[in-house]
């Protein structure tokens, strides 16, 4: 269903939208979850670390295409804002013909680095062949994930955010049913898993889209709407290009921090990553917000309700640390527990490796639940330098840190550097969103120029179609 994300209570609206995307969130993180538990139970602690090797890798392609996400989401968002139905057509079909070439590209330039870049990473010898498999078909099915992310962006954009929600449940109920399958039914060892993620995304994706279609032509435009526009294009790309630098520079921080880790052997890289895949649980359920913040955001700005962004900003602020400190109380007393799901049958080092790292990062998830909704309103008005100054503060630091305190405190040290990062990166966002800059700029300004001009325009047309029917009525 699509939604006007600005008419109603905020409170009310912001909820009832994000939800939906919430719950999202979660079932795809049991989704990619599903993967590294039945890695570790099913095939052990060697297939876990495997499935986790080539995991800063292919966190850079999803960064990417939940950088195309949060770009078309937001111009998508403002069109709709402004009820111009035509571009916002122009746009949903400019932003699918440009990810599609996007993914081909990309699908292409990674199976021809994939091993290099493994290489480099010091994967352990012992993994090395299962984490190049699981890569390889990851690799191979990205276009869905791009196509599926963009589609997911867009219903988002239009207020509908339950339509994604019921694809992600049936994608994510058939990956583990697959994972099962093609691990104990059909022993097909690592490549399995990556083969039942492939079969899920792609039939998602391509599902999402078509639905996306019907429910585009439903809107009614005034005029045929382009098939390819290199303005909105560009529009998009102002949006797009930021996230997607913002989203591959953390994964490329976290590759940087990965490389480190990976000289400490299998087992406390098996650790690791089970612990990093409990991390990511919260992080991506704080991102869904986010997410939503944005498009609210961007609807509510291209309408000209500047104070509604402050309302909306506000309650998430709550929401997200109502949603946090759950899990920082669960993971600070329960770790060993929590991570049993992966590890099991592991050796003490892997899993003293996991305690230690939960024990040290959650207790500051609500410092970085700050920091993603603010940098969302940023996002959603558009002010990018603030919001990649912002994002950039905290991966520049925490790859300095893990240089800095290897040597000293050795893992442990490398840990740290996530709580002091986001402490210090939170710190620069809470003064860019106080500054309130984000909607007084040049950018805003033209934003709303272009409303009241669009606005007066409409008005005239409408004053003018009503003389020449009230002239027709008269004779």
């Known amino acids: 269903m699509v939604k006007d994300l600005t008419q109603g209570k905020s409170v009310k609206v912001l909820f009832i939208f994000c939800l939906p995307l919430l719950i999202s969130a979660v079932f795809q993180q049991f989704y990619n979850m599903a993967d590294s538990i039945i890695a570790g139970k099913v095939l052990g602690e060697a297939a876990l670390a495997a499935v986790g090797a080539s995991y800063p890798i292919t966190m850079i392609f999803t960064a990417i295409a939940l950088g195309c996400n949060l770009g078309c989401s937001v111009i998508i968002s403002k069109l709709f804002g402004e009820k111009n139905f035509t571009d916002l057509k122009s746009g949903v079909s400019t932003i699918l013909i440009s ?42 099915g990205f276009l869905f994930v791009l196509i599926y992310n963009v589609c997911t962006g867009i219903f988002s954009a239009l207020g509908d955010s339950r339509t994604p929600l019921y694809f992600l449940v049936s994608s994510s109920v ?18 399995g898993l990556a083969w039942a993620t492939f079969l899920a995304q792609g039939v998602a994706g391509v599902l999402c889209m078509l639905t996306l279609f019907f429910k585009i032509r439903k809107l009614k435009s005034d005029e045929k709407p382009k098939v390819f526009s290199p ?45 990093v895949k409990l991390n990511t649980f919260v992080l991506t359920t704080l991102t869904a917000v986010a997410g939503g ?46 991570l049993k799901l992966f590890l099991e049958e592991s050796s003490l080092l892997s899993v003293s490796t ?42 520049f630091i925490r790859v300095v840190l893990c240089y800095t305190l290897n040597p000293v405190l050795h ?55 009503r003389t020449d029917t009230d002239g027709e009525a008269a004779n």
Not at 119 to 140: E, F, H, Q
Not at 369 to 383: F, T
Not at 423 to 449: C, D
């Open 99 to 140: 990810v599609t070439v996007l993914g081909v590209v990309l699908t292409g330039t990674g199976i021809g680095l994939g091993d290099p870049v493994m290489r480099v990473l010091n994967t352990p010898a012992d993994i090395m062949k299962d984490s190049l498999t699981y890569l390889y078909i990851y690799i191979g």
């Open 174 to 191: 058939a990956n583990v049913g697959l994972d099962l399958i093609f691990t104990m039914v059909v022993p097909m060892g690592v490549s």
């Open 231 to 275: 303005l909105l294009l560009r529009q998009m790309l102002y949006v797009a290009i930021p996230s997607i630098i913002q989203q591959s520079f953390v994964s490329v921080g976290n590759l940087i921090i990965q490389s480190i880790i990976n000289g400490y052997g299998s087992s406390v890289l098996a650790g690791y990553i089970a612990a």
């Open 293 to 338: 913040l944005s498009a609210f955001a961007a609807q509510n700005l291209g309408a000209g309700k500047a104070k509604r962004v402050k309302q909306g900003a506000a309650v998430s602020v709550i929401m997200a640390l109502v949603m946090v400190i759950p899990f920082s109380l669960l993971f600070s007393l329960l770790p060993d527990t929590m």
């Open 354 to 395: 996991g305690v230690k790292f939960l024990t040290i990062v959650s207790p500051f998830y609500a410092v970085i639940a700050v920091k993603l909704m603010l940098d969302s309103v940023l996002r959603g008005a558009q002010s990018m330098l603030a919001f990649m100054v912002a994002t950039f503060a905290d991966l």
């Open 411 to 465: 893992t442990e040290g490398i840990w740290w550097s996530w709580p002091i990062g986001w402490t210090a990166a939170t710190l620069i966002s809470v003064g860019l969103y106080l500054s309130n800059r984000w909607y007084k700029s040049e950018r805003a300004k033209s934003i709303f120029s272009a409303l009241n001009k669009k606005a007066e325009y409409d008005e005239i047309n409408t004053a003018a179609v």
